[in-house]
Each structure stands twice: as structure tokens, then as C-alpha cells.
């Protein structure tokens, strides 16, 4: 079975860094993406990033390009999201999944942040404080 279990979350002030750590396993590495996203209170569910596997491209929402950082083991078995600068807005519970890829515009596969997932794991909470 598919799975993924994300942790690493914490509370950390403004400014400061965290890193999330995603379990993959039952699946494969080399064809797929793995995703992260997160919601905060009273907004909807977003993507933060993905990697493909495949082409080792990333993909970053643009309120985090330039501080979050989306990296994977060689054997693409954990997946890590590192989260420097952290703003108050980073707050939110954070959740991995995989995915298969899609295609961009120019027929490039990339990761792309769907919303029609069946369930959600647990996520792992992040809280940034002022």
C-alpha cells in the first residue's frame, strides 16, 4: 500500500528554520512525485512543493520560492521539506503525499498540486510565532 508519513513540525519563532521529514514507501520513486501541502486555519488546502523523482525538477507555491527547499533521499524513500526564514504565515498543519506527475504547459512532466485526494494523513503541525 501507497503511504506516506510526514513529521518534523514544531513551533519555531519568526525567522527561524524547521524540516519536515515524508516516509514514502509502496511505490515507485523513479515515475512519481511527492507533494506537500498545507492548511491553516480558516484557509483552504494549498501546495507548497513537489519533486519529481523522474526528472528531478521541483516545483514551489511562490509565497515560499527562495526559502523552502524540497529534497529527497537517493533511494527517494524520505523526502525532506527544509523551511528557513519562517514566517508567522507558515503556520498550518503540513501534509505529504505522492502523486503522479502531470504536464505542464509545454508537455514537460511536473508535479502539480491536485485537489481531489481521497484522505489526508495526520500532518505534522507547524507553528511560527512573532
Known amino acids: 500500500q501507497v503511504r506516506a508519513v510526514e513529521s518534523g513540525g514544531g513551533s519555531v519563532q519568526a525567522g527561524g528554520s524547521l524540516r519536515l521529514s515524508c516516509a514514502a514507501s509502496?511505490?515507485?520513486?523513479?515515475?512519481?512525485?511527492v507533494v506537500w501541502f498545507r492548511e491553516a486555519p480558516g484557509k483552504e488546502r494549498e501546495g507548497v512543493a513537489g519533486i519529481y523523482f523522474g526528472g528531478g525538477t521541483t516545483v514551489y507555491a511562490d509565497s515560499v520560492k527562495g526559502r523552502f527547499t524540497i529534497s529527497q533521499h537517493n533511494a527517494g524513500d524520505m523526502v525532506y521539506l527544509q523551511m528557513n526564514n519562517l514566517k508567522p504565515d507558515a503556520t498550518a498543519i503540513y501534509y505529504c503525499?505522492?502523486?503522479?506527475?502531470?504536464?505542464?504547459?509545454?508537455?514537460?512532466?511536473?508535479?502539480?498540486?491536485?485537489?481531489?485526494?481521497?484522505?489526508w494523513g495526520q500532518g505534522t503541525q507547524v507553528t511560527v510565532s512573532s
Open positions: 503525499r505522492t502523486d503522479s506527475p502531470g504536464l505542464s504547459s509545454t508537455g514537460a512532466e511536473v508535479c502539480l498540486f491536485r485537489s481531489n485526494y481521497a484522505s
Open positions: 509502496g511505490f515507485d520513486f523513479t515515475h512519481n512525485c
